[in-house]
C-alpha cells in the first residue's frame, strides 16, 4: 500500500520541491471572460500578472470540479492506496468540497484524507512538505496527517496589500470590509484568522508596512518554518528573507514565493507577504 499527497495550486509550493517529494498539485481555474486557463499550466505567473494589470476583464477564480480530483486521485494511486489530500480553507473556496466529494465517490476504491487547513499560500504547502517528509520517514499514514494538521495549527499568514481593490472584486475580504473607503493614506497588512481574511495592521507606507512584517516575524519564540511572497517585484521579498534568516534554526534559509494567479488574482500587484510556522516548544 502506497501513501501519496496532493494539494491545490493555492498552496503556490515551488515546482521543484513539489517534483522532489512527489506532492501532486491540482490547478485552480482562472477566468477572464470567456477564457479560463489552469493555474500554472495554461498561463505563466508573470504573463498573468502582465494580463491582471492590461486586460479590462477583471479575472475570477474557480475550484477544480470533484470530477478533476477524482481524475487526479486515481491517476496518482492505485487500489487499496491512501491519499491526504491537502487544501485552502474552505472558507474562501470550493476546493475542500470538491475533494471531499471526489474521496466520497473513491472511497471502495482508494482511501483520500481531505483536510481542510485553514490557510492559504505557502502556509498550505508547508503543512503538504510536513506530509509528504513524514511518509518519506515511514511514519503511518495517520501520523502523516496529525502532523500536517499540527503545521497548519501553528502556521500564521500575513500580507501587505499595495490595494484592496482586487480582493474586494474577488469577494474574498471577508472581514476587512471595513478598511475599504479610507486607505488613501495606509497600507494594510491583513492575515488569515479562522480560515478567513482579517484585518491585521495599517501601515503609512509601504517602507514601514515591511518592517511591521519584519517585526511580526520576531515577535514569535521560536520558528521551524518561514516563507516570504510576492506578487510583481521580488525586489523587497529577497531584502525580506535576507533580514529574516537569522530567525530560523541550522542555518535554514526562508522560502521566496511568486504566488500563482488564483492568489494573485485576489492580492493584485505590489503585495508582499510572509507565512510562519511556530515551533511546538
Not at 481531505?114 to 504547502?125: K, L, N, P, R
Request: charged residues 25%; hydrophobic residues 40%.
Amino acid at each position: 500500500m502506497a501513501i501519496k499527497i496532493v494539494t491545490d495550486s493555492t498552496s503556490d509550493i515551488p515546482a521543484d520541491i513539489a517534483k522532489k517529494l512527489n506532492i501532486t498539485v491540482v490547478p485552480l481555474n482562472i477566468h477572464f471572460g470567456e477564457d479560463v486557463y489552469k493555474d500554472g499550466i495554461d498561463l505563466t505567473t508573470d504573463s498573468f500578472f502582465e494580463k491582471l494589470v492590461s486586460d479590462p476583464r477583471h479575472p475570477s477564480t474557480s475550484q477544480p470540479s470533484m470530477g478533476e480530483f477524482v481524475d487526479a486521485y486515481q491517476k496518482v494511486a492505485s487500489d487499496g492506496d491512501e491519499i491526504i489530500s491537502i487544501h485552502i480553507t474552505s472558507k474562501l473556496s470550493g476546493t475542500f468540497n470538491s475533494a471531499t466529494q471526489a474521496a466520497a465517490q473513491l472511497k471502495d476504491k482508494i482511501k483520500v484524507h481531505v483536510i481542510d487547513t485553514s490557510h492559504i499560500s505557502c502556509t498550505i504547502a508547508y503543512s503538504a512538505i510536513a506530509a509528504a517528509e513524514s511518509i518519506e520517514n515511514g511514519d503511518s499514514v495517520e501520523e502523516a496527517i496529525d502532523i500536517a494538521k499540527s503545521v497548519a495549527e501553528r502556521s500564521h499568514f500575513y500580507a501587505l496589500f499595495d490595494t484592496l481593490e482586487y480582493l474586494a472584486k474577488g469577494g474574498r475580504i471577508g472581514k476587512a470590509q471595513s478598511l475599504l473607503g479610507g486607505l488613501l493614506k495606509v497600507k494594510p497588512i491583513l492575515r488569515t484568522n479562522d480560515g478567513v481574511i482579517d484585518t491585521f495592521k495599517r501601515a503609512r507606507s509601504r517602507k514601514s508596512g515591511i518592517l511591521m512584517l519584519n517585526q511580526t516575524a520576531r515577535s514569535f519564540d521560536k520558528l521551524d518554518e518561514l516563507c516570504v511572497i510576492y506578487t510583481t517585484d521580488s525586489t523587497d521579498a529577497e531584502a525580506l528573507a535576507e533580514e529574516v534568516s537569522d530567525l530560523l534554526p541550522d542555518g535554514k534559509k526562508p522560502l521566496l514565493i511568486q504566488v500563482g494567479p488564483v492568489i494573485g488574482t485576489h492580492a493584485g500587484p505590489n503585495l508582499i507577504g510572509l507565512g510562519c510556522v511556530e515551533s511546538k516548544s
